[in-house]
């Protein structure tokens, strides 16, 4: 079965520094992984997803990700945290000629000054 | 205006009641969803519909039912609701499939508490 893990429930970064939130899935195939984010009150927004290709994607708001199969990961950095980046973020995956999508539980971020 | 429109926002109602959350989209997307949040525990699917006459249950459709009014319109009931169906709940909407890289388009949650 399709899974998803971020085995991070909340993390701390200081304003400038570098982030990296951690996301693996299970699956059979090659998968479609997405990151959301959810900034408070609001609902997920995409900020990048994999399908195929370069293994290195770019995001909105300087965010990427780099798909690594043989770890089965799936991980989202940024360089420089802004204190508006704090939000819950989502990894998910969707299965190829799919239709649901999977998400993990969440990672809450939080920037302090 | 929001391409996803969910209302009410927050509703608290009492055990046993009829709760009906409505969405509306201006997007022109064939496909629609709702979700279930839960803190810990991700988004979960509870229905979803590729169509007016196509509507599938989710992982989690006991104690829901749905209704597509129209393209752009998609309701979730709970018929008798629960303590346990107090969560957030999200609208949202993809024009493909989400395993040929369809991306979600989520409206801003309605906020339920079952007292």
């Known amino acids: 079965a399709q899974s998803v893990t971020q085995p991070d429930i909340h993390i701390t970064v200081s304003e400038g520094a570098s982030l990296e939130l951690r996301c693996n899935y299970s699956?059979?195939?090659?998968?479609?992984l997405f990151w959301y984010v959810q900034s408070p009150g609001q609902g997920l927004q995409l900020l990048l997803k994999y399908f195929s290709g370069d293994t290195l994607v770019q995001g909105i708001k300087g965010f990427e990700a780099e798909f690594k199969r043989s770890q089965s990961s799936f991980n989202l950095r940024k360089p420089s945290v802004h204190w508006s980046d704090a939000a819950e973020y989502f990894c998910a995956v969707g299965a190829a000629g799919g239709f649901k999508t999977i998400f993990g539980a969440g990672t809450r971020l939080f920037v302090k000054a | 205006d929001a391409d996803v429109t969910q209302t009410p926002r927050n509703r608290i109602t009492k055990t046993g009641k009829r709760i009906m959350l409505e969405c509306s989209q201006t997007k022109g997307h064939d496909r629609m969803y709702w979700y279930r949040q839960d803190p810990g525990l991700g988004l979960r699917l509870i229905y979803y519909s590729f169509d007016v006459k196509d509507i599938n249950k989710g992982e989690i459709s006991d104690g829901y039912s749905v209704s597509r009014q129209a393209q752009a319109k998609f309701s979730l009931s709970l018929e008798s609701a629960i303590p346990n169906q107090t969560a957030l709940y999200f609208c949202a909407t993809s024009d493909q499939g989400q395993g040929v890289g369809g991306e979600l388009f989520f409206g801003e949650g309605s906020r339920l508490t079952v007292l």
């Open positions: 699956y059979g195939a090659t998968p479609y």
